[in-house]
């Protein structure tokens, strides 16, 4: 018998210098996105709830989401969405065995960032008033 | 782990099925989501008549909660292999994972209200 060489998952600290290929980021960050979401989805609510609710709940939630913490969470999850969408269906895609090979899967997660990054800055521009 | 002898309670043994909810629902939250998007771009400038009224429908109540029970559904999927890849401890996992079906349980139950107070 051969010996085989041990796998083991790397540690913690080797993160910073492990280099992921961009499906890798891609999928990582799809991941972060998600939770990210998960765990803002009650303020989102509260959110929702305020701008349904009355003609002063909606003018209140303009004035809360006037300040510039407010306005840098909501583009962090407004790209948020955006990434987890357009990410997600390149994984529908490669689920229905589109794209499989390698240059292929980079390609199409270098496109993945080129479409869900400026729908990310656009939104940014009109949550900042600028657009 | 097991509880009893043979039940195996770790892994996500669940066959095809979570893995094809976790899809359909991906694509009624897209299909939900594009459609709002475009709504809401075609009804600006955006005040708050126009933006109620976008919700005040039955049609778009039914569609939204429907959205909403996607999302519950998908996000449980998410998170359950979140901390199936994480969580080492069993015991740790299985309760973070039922305070994560508590936790979407009342976030649905809560857009409910919203909805249909509108």
């Known amino acids: 018998m051969p010996q085989r060489r041990a796998i083991r998952n790397i540690g913690i600290t080797d993160l910073v210098r492990y280099r992921l290929p961009v499906p890798g980021v891609l999928s990582i960050l799809h991941r972060v996105s998600g939770v990210l979401m998960f765990v803002l989805l009650p303020w989102l609510l509260w959110l929702f709830d305020m701008s349904l609710r009355s003609e002063v709940g909606y003018q209140r939630l303009l004035q809360v989401a006037g300040g510039w913490s407010i306005r840098a969470i909501l583009v962090v999850l407004a790209w948020a969405v955006l990434h987890h969408l357009v990410a997600g269906v390149r994984f529908l895609a490669l689920d229905l065995d589109l794209g499989m090979t390698r240059p292929a899967a980079r390609r199409s997660a270098w496109i993945v960032f080129a479409i869900s990054l400026p729908l990310a800055a656009w939104v940014a521009l009109i949550i900042f008033g600028v657009l | ?118």
């Open chain 2, 1 to 118: 782990m097991s509880i009893g002898a043979r039940r195996l309670v770790v892994g996500a043994h669940y066959g095809l099925r979570d893995w094809l909810v976790q899809r359909a629902t991906a694509v009624v939250l897209a299909i939900y989501l594009i459609a709002l998007a475009l709504l809401v771009v075609s009804s600006r400038p955006i005040d708050y008549d126009a933006w109620a009224g976008i919700f005040a429908p039955l049609g778009m109540k039914i569609a939204t909660l429907i959205a909403f029970v996607a999302l519950a559904y998908h996000a449980w999927i998410g998170m359950r292999d979140v901390w199936m890849d994480y969580v080492r401890s069993t015991a740790v996992r299985m309760v973070l994972q039922l305070a994560t079906i508590l936790w979407l349980a009342a976030c649905l139950a809560w857009a409910v209200q919203i909805l249909w107070r509108v």
